[in-house]
């Protein structure tokens, strides 16, 4: 059991982290840090914290098990004063969606003072943000990513993996920070940023047409609802990689476009039935 759990930032994943490890007793205290207190407010009242303090150095200091749940850019900014705030003994890891720059960052302070750091990213959440949105089940059968380095304790890899597993995740890999920061950027960053350019590109073309929305395009773009600060964070930490997961979508999209314009249904039709197969084969 961990004795202290300190989660920074109990928004939706903080939040869920928070709610899990209460319901599965896997954390005999659970500390939640934020710059608000009225936002702390609620998962101190439910039960699921035992404290809350916009003190960041206190809230972890004699934690056992640091996560960070912040924003990606602002979990980077943080992690110094985290580092210089937790005990030697503290394993810190994080759930952002990217992962070079804070290993990166890790690494360079781990020159100067030992500290476990393991990233991690649970490939589970919502396009609804805050708190409200947290669930104790959110990581139930999903898919976490951890990102240890050569340099990484192999306990401290050890125990991450365990705390997933224990939080219901069904799987959890290992990757090399720059390539799930590529695999991402094309499984979950380009699909978002997909889905804001077609509600966008409808707004242009005729905002008479939303009223008309049905289910095929609701579900389509139903992850344009996330957090705008959020995504901000996420496409600028990572587009180099998003860069080029967009310059592979606008050539398969100029393709499929192309075949059109020639009026080529046979073209048109073998693309489109090699789409369905491998769109078929993730079920």
């Not at 407010?41 to 934690?63: C, F, H, I, M």
């Not at 098990?65 to 850019?73: I, R």
């Not at 901000?232 to 192309?258: K, M, P, S």
Request: net charge neutral; proline share 3%; glycine share 10%.
């Amino acid at each position: 059991m961990i004795q202290r759990l300190a989660v920074v930032g109990v928004g939706l994943l903080g939040g869920s982290v928070a709610k899990a490890a209460r319901a599965t007793g896997l954390a005999r205290e659970i500390v939640g840090v934020g710059r608000d207190a009225a936002r702390l407010a609620p998962a101190l009242a439910d039960g699921t914290l035992d404290r809350a303090t916009t003190d960041l150095a206190a809230g972890v200091a004699g934690a056992d098990l640091v996560v960070l749940a912040a924003p990606v850019a602002t979990a980077e900014r943080l992690l110094p004063a985290v580092w210089a705030a937790v005990g030697a003994e503290t394993l810190v890891t994080d759930v952002g969606s990217t992962k070079a720059g804070i290993v990166r960052a890790a690494r360079a302070l781990a020159r100067e003072r030992a500290v476990a750091f393991v990233g991690s990213h649970p490939m589970a959440g919502s396009e609804r943000s805050g708190y409200e949105a947290a669930r104790a089940d959110l990581f139930r059968d999903a898919t976490v990513v951890v990102t240890p380095t050569e340099g990484s304790d192999g306990g401290a890899v050890k125990a991450v993996i365990a705390f997933w597993e224990r939080l219901g995740a069904g799987r959890v890999v290992t990757l090399d920070p720059e390539a799930h920061d590529r695999a991402v950027a094309a499984i979950s960053h380009l699909p978002h940023l997909v889905a804001c350019a077609l509600v966008e590109a409808v707004a242009r073309l005729d905002p008479g047409a939303f009223g008309l929305a049905a289910r095929g395009f609701r579900d389509t773009t139903r992850i344009a609802a996330g957090d705008p600060a959020v995504w901000e964070e996420i496409f600028l930490a990572n587009r180099e990689a998003l860069d080029a997961a967009t310059a592979a979508f606008r050539q398969a999209l100029a393709e499929l476009t192309a075949a059109i314009e020639r009026g080529d249904g046979e073209a048109l039709r073998a693309r489109l039935a090699a789409i369905r197969a491998r769109r078929e084969a993730l079920a």
